[in-house]
């Protein structure tokens, strides 16, 4: 199997993740879902529940709104995986109030050397107005950099807008 980094981004609900579902399914089964999203209320626990139902047979699920490095470095080499999404990982860490520096460069090393196809998701969220709080400004920019060192990684990056894949690199 290649060892190569995908990277989708897009805005929310731009197909991001039905489109990484459906290029991971290129390669033999079983394919990992590596989860980074925490159910706290019911519409996050609606989403993922979408998510879950539009995956069938093959699938496995890891759970690791935390430790991402770990989960991925738990996985077999040559494993089909799929990481939905950095943002969310991204806002777990910064809600815990953890060095998000330190996180996103751990993260950023252990993309950089992919043991299998992988494709990671994540929303581009720097295209809007500027947050009018801090906390909000500071994800908006820290989201902009690690989508930019986890680009700069990565084989190929697309851009999904209305469901449709744009190739970046």
Same mark, same amino acid.
């Given at each position: 199997?290649?060892?190569?980094?995908?990277?989708?981004?897009?805005g929310?609900?731009?197909?991001?993740?039905?489109?990484?579902?459906?290029l991971?399914?290129?390669?033999?089964?079983?394919?990992?879902?590596?989860?980074?999203?925490?159910?706290?209320?019911?519409e996050?626990?609606?989403?993922?529940?979408?998510?879950?139902?539009r995956?069938?047979?093959?699938?496995?699920?890891?759970?690791?709104?935390?430790? $991402? *490095?770990? &989960? =991925?470095?738990s996985?077999?080499?040559?494993?089909? @995986?799929?990481?939905?999404?950095?943002? /969310?990982?991204?806002?777990?860490?910064?809600?815990?109030?953890?060095?998000?520096?330190?996180?996103?460069?751990? $993260? *950023?090393? &252990? =993309?950089?050397?992919?043991?299998?196809?992988?494709? @990671?998701?994540?929303?581009?969220?720097? /295209?809007?107005?500027?947050?009018?709080?801090?906390?909000?400004?500071?994800?908006?920019?820290?989201?902009?950099? $690690?989508?930019?060192?986890?680009?700069?990684?990565?084989?190929?990056?697309?851009?999904?807008?209305?469901?449709?894949?744009?190739?970046?690199?």
């Open positions: 199997m290649p060892e190569m980094l995908t990277l989708l981004l897009g929310a609900r731009s197909g991001k993740s039905a489109h990484a579902e459906q991971i399914t290129q390669f033999p089964a079983p394919w990992t879902y590596v989860a980074t999203a925490q159910a706290y209320d019911d996050m626990r609606e989403r993922i529940s979408i998510h879950l139902g995956r069938g047979e093959g699938w496995r699920t890891l759970d690791a709104p935390l430790d $991402l *490095v770990g &989960a =991925l470095a996985l077999p080499d040559g494993a089909p @995986v799929l990481v939905d999404c950095l943002t /969310l990982w991204l806002t777990n860490h910064l809600l815990a109030d953890h060095d998000v520096e330190a996180e996103c460069a751990a $993260l *950023v090393e &252990a =993309l950089s050397r992919p043991r299998g196809p992988w494709f @990671v998701v994540s929303n581009e969220v720097g /295209l809007g107005i500027v947050p009018d709080n801090a906390l909000a400004r500071r994800f908006r920019d820290d989201a902009g950099r $690690l989508n930019q060192k986890v680009a700069a990684v990565a084989e190929e990056v697309l851009f999904l807008v209305a469901g449709l894949p744009m190739k970046v690199k």
